[in-house]
């Protein structure tokens, strides 16, 4: 076997890899013959010794061990290599730490400098970092003449003041179920279901009710079919209906459904559909907005009939109307104005927009922007997300859990059943409650982009003098098939105009307050404030740390891998700086002579590293 040691002081950890395959001289004989040829700058020895063992040579040589040569290589490799990063980096003040010539002060003091601008890049990104993640949306006037061609028209819902007829009522009470039942009994007992307020704090009377109705086997469904039977519809309080221009038009679009102000008449309003209450709406496109002004809106002469009331939740005589999205639930006993009799009012909406950007929903989660998009959150009974739906489908489930039932105006599982009279205390206490605090309770969020309007509202005196000659009145007196009474119509009569006042809108439109384009930016300054780094520079940090640091090391260590993997290692030759040619084990060496030393003599000429060039041992 032969092993070939050259010049320890200059070569790396991967020229020593050492062939002593230990398992092998231990089962041989120690007392083997050993040769050394030392080469000396002219000429080679040829020394032979008589029973050198493996562990006196290691001695007598001092070899260091493997893996420290190892570690004291590596860490010879990695200056080197952070010493050609800092001479080459575009990175401001690394070169004078590493530079030739420099003394210590002046690289302690570039070390210091360096470290300052770490932690100034460092501590600023930081804080730029933190601006992104917590930075909200904020929302801006984009338009003030946003064009609304070709957008919905609003749903009218129009509520009677009169929740019940007092003739439909008595023709109900005729009814065998109803015998028992008194005019003032049902009249107290439908105040109750019409105008929730009235419940609260009324467990005593309610409880009464109800047991009196169990008596009598009349459940909650036939109270509320009496209900619907006796409220004012829309074909009774709907005298004319004109819709841009068109007599008769919007009738079609007009439909009958609960609300939680009684039973209410909804004109261009979404599909509503309640199997177990049976209502059901017609299914029909929504209208679109042509124009501006009176002409290209929504006109209705409205009966209010009040010789006829019965059941009111009113301090006067009229309606309640409200203007909302056809998605929205009417909360008209909240947000619903006045219409009285004997007036022609006015309603000019003002329409109001809002739109989000891409980039805002793609980077912002809705709980932060504080707004939802469409198909973001699905709720159970609308088709179409709103704020005013998500709370009546949240203020349900909290009915359901706390009073185990649901009212007449809100959508619910069949399962679920319709509440008693004695359940409407409990109902009307939830209600409150979610008035006060749906919003915070339920989490329900805006849309994002929504439209809404705010009506401009005013009135006149009706009918004027100038009403005999006017269409709506020959219309009238051709639908009536009688000569129209001027002071009926001053104290019955309303009329009502809704309309957009102008063809545009406000548009304002929702976006990222600090986005990724300003985050890069932010950080890209602070970098090359701190540390006069760049994309460039980066890439090329990234590069010496992979090309230079990390392939040689893997490969180094996959070379270790496969040579302490090879069951017979192979000898090594390294070759001579001058002349390049390798030495070999053989006593027919031309440039070699032997020689007989002593131990003292062959121990001094080793150790004298200027005049040795080349060691080879030779075990037989």
């Known amino acids: 076997m032969v092993v070939f040691l050259s010049d320890l002081t200059k070569r790396t950890e991967n020229e020593f890899n050492w062939h002593f395959d230990h398992q092998r001289r231990q089962d041989e004989h120690k007392r083997k013959s050993t040769a050394a040829i030392y080469c000396f700058p002219n000429s080679c020895l040829h020394i032979e010794r008589q029973q050198l063992t493996v562990a006196s040579h290691k001695k007598m040589l001092d070899f260091p061990d493997k893996s420290e040569t190892r570690n004291k290589t590596r860490y010879r490799i990695s200056g080197r290599f952070f010493k050609h990063f800092s001479n080459n980096s575009s990175i401001h003040g690394l070169k004078f730490i590493t530079q030739d010539g420099v003394s210590w002060f002046e690289r302690f003091m570039w070390i210091l400098v360096c470290l300052c601008g770490i932690l100034f890049t460092s501590f600023f990104c930081w804080k730029i970092w933190l601006k992104y993640e917590n930075s909200s949306v904020f929302t801006s006037l984009e338009s003030p003449r946003f064009p609304l061609n070709d957008n919905p028209f609003p749903a009218v819902t129009i509520c009677s003041v009169n929740k019940i007829s007092e003739k439909r009522l008595r023709f109900a009470l005729l009814d065998p179920r109803y015998k028992n039942v008194s005019f003032a009994t049902i009249q107290r007992t439908l105040r109750y279901m019409t105008k929730l307020d009235r419940a609260t704090k009324k467990e005593h009377d309610l409880g009464v009710l109800s047991r009196f109705y169990k008596s009598e086997n009349i459940t909650a469904t036939d109270l509320f079919d009496l209900l619907k039977r006796t409220a004012p519809h829309c074909r009774d309080f709907v005298m004319d209906c004109i819709w841009q221009g068109v007599p008769d038009k919007c009738n079609d679009y007009l439909s009958y459904r609960p609300t939680d102000d009684g039973m209410c008449c909804t004109f261009n309003g979404a599909y509503y559909n309640d199997q177990q209450l049976g209502i059901q709406s017609r299914n029909y496109q929504p209208l679109q907005i042509d124009g501006n002004g009176y002409r290209m809106g929504l006109s209705l002469v409205l009966d209010a009939n009040v010789n006829d009331y019965s059941v009111t939740n009113g301090k006067f005589d009229g309606f309640k109307v409200l203007v909302h999205g056809g998605e929205q639930f009417p909360d008209i006993s909240d947000r619903g104005f006045a219409l009285g009799v004997g007036t022609e009012t006015y309603a000019g909406l003002k329409g109001i927009s809002t739109v989000i950007s891409n980039q805002a929903v793609s980077t912002v989660p809705h709980k932060k922007r504080g707004c939802v998009v469409d198909g973001e959150v699905q709720l159970n009974y609308f088709t179409r997300y709103s704020q005013s739906a998500c709370v009546a489908e949240c203020t349900t489930r909290k009915m359901q859990k706390l009073c185990n039932c649901r009212p007449y105006f809100f959508r619910a599982e069949e399962s679920v059943p319709l509440c008693d009279v004695e359940n409407y205390s409990c109902i009307s206490e939830v209600y409150e409650e979610m008035r006060r605090n749906g919003i915070n309770t339920c989490g329900c969020l805006p849309q994002c982009n929504d439209q809404w309007f705010e009506p401009e509202i005013s009135q006149a005196s009706f009918p004027g003098r100038g009403f005999n000659s006017s269409r709506t009145f020959t219309r009238l007196a ?36 600090y986005g990724i384009e300003d985050f890069i930016s932010a950080v890209g300054g602070i970098l090359s404030l701190g540390l006069g780094m760049s994309f460039i520079g980066a890439v090329e940090l990234l590069y010496y740390l992979f090309f230079r640091c990390y392939v040689p090391v893997l490969s180094s260590s996959q070379e270790r891998s496969s040579e302490n993997s090879t069951e017979e290692p192979l000898p090594l030759s390294y070759r001579s700086e001058k002349d390049n040619r390798s030495l070999h084990s053989s006593s027919n060496s031309p440039n070699s002579s032997t020689l007989n030393l002593s131990d003292s003599q062959l121990e001094e000429a080793i150790t004298k590293p200027e005049n040795v060039k080349m060691v080879e041992i030779a075990l037989d």
């Not at 309309?499 to 976006?511: G, H, I």
């Open 478 to 513: 051709e639908k009536l098939n009688l000569e129209p009474d001027l002071q009926y119509f001053k104290s019955n009569v309303a009329v009502l105009h809704v309309y957009f006042k102008e063809k545009t809108s406000f548009l304002y439109k929702t976006d990222i307050h």
